[in-house]
């Protein structure tokens, strides 16, 4: 089944300011994901699948850790995912709400997907599916918290986004609260989950991600009357101002596994 909005029917997914975009979020989120991925234990020989790869930072990692051959990435645009390839990880195009499982793992990471699913429970559950006995299922997810902010322009442009990705994608951005419970959900064991939050400083990359993800909805924003193009630039110039400092977005990460 096609969903009606979706990830990649909004975002072009190939070009290159969404390689841009993505680089800069492995530059902010890869040193916890690498955390979490040493928690767990991800060891050599360890099958290990990253899902919705994106430009590939965490497949890569995975490859250190347990070897470019025990390492598959997916997702459903894998133009980004080509050089991880020539280094022996096995790069597929899979559709995570519908394809045939990609193989039986040790180790299923993914970051910043579920939420962006319409079908993300689902989703979850199929995942949890294709664990070996005792295999781990870990998930992060983005929770925009504007609500946090001290400066109420940037607030709403925020609120602005969190509301655009999810007409436009069908987004949840608050479904990252429940972890644990839909890993639970799945029938996994020894669930946990925590909050992770990075400052956003104006001009480090966490603020130039959050600006370049707000660009991507911008438009319809402003067309729709979420915020207007003055409270756009308000939060630009914000997100360029060295002095300014906030936070105001979650990452939350869940772990889980399949009992033995
Ligand atoms: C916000 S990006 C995150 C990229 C990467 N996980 C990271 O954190 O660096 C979301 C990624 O999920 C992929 N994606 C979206 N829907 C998907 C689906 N149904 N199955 C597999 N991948 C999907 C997108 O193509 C995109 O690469």
């Known amino acids: 089944m096609t969903e009606s909005v979706s990830w990649t029917s909004y975002v072009d997914t190939r070009a290159q300011v969404e390689h841009e975009r993505l680089t800069l979020l492995q530059e902010v989120f890869d040193p916890f994901s690498a955390q979490l991925l040493d928690r767990v ?11 919705g790869a994106g430009a590939g930072s965490v497949a890569r ?15 459903m645009s894998t133009d980004f995912l080509e050089p991880l390839a020539s280094s022996g990880i096995r790069v597929m195009y899979h559709d995570v709400t519908v394809d045939e499982p990609p193989g039986e793992f040790d180790l299923i990471h993914s ?4 939420e ?16 070996k006995p005792g ?48 890993l639970e959900d799945a029938g996994l064991v020894d669930c946990t989950a925590e909050a992770h939050v990075v400052p956003t400083r ?4 966490m603020a130039r991600w959050l600006a370049a993800t707000n660009r991507l909805v911008e438009e319809p924003a402003v067309d729709s009357g979420a915020a207007t193009a003055d409270e756009m630039a308000t ?11 906030d936070y105001t977005w979650l990452t939350v990460a869940a772990m889980g596994r399949r009992a033995d």
């Open 235 to 245: 939060a630009y110039a914000a997100y360029a101002d060295p002095s300014y400092v």
């Open 111 to 114: 970051r910043f997907v579920l």
């Open 135 to 182: 295999g781990w299922l870990v998930v992060e997810c983005g929770a925009p918290a504007p609500e946090l902010a001290s400066d109420p322009v940037v607030g709403r442009a925020l609120t602005a986004m969190a509301a655009m990705m999810s007409r436009l994608v069908g987004t949840n951005p608050t479904w990252a609260r429940r972890l644990p419970l839909p």
């Open 41 to 51: 234990g991800v060891a050599p020989g360890w099958q290990c699948l990253e899902i």
């Open 61 to 75: 990692m995975l490859a250190d850790r347990a070897g470019p051959g025990n390492v598959t990435a997916t997702d």
């Open 116 to 131: 962006h699913l319409t079908r993300r429970e689902e989703a979850l559950r199929r995942m949890a599916s294709w664990l």
């Open 202 to 205: 104006g001009g480090a990359p």
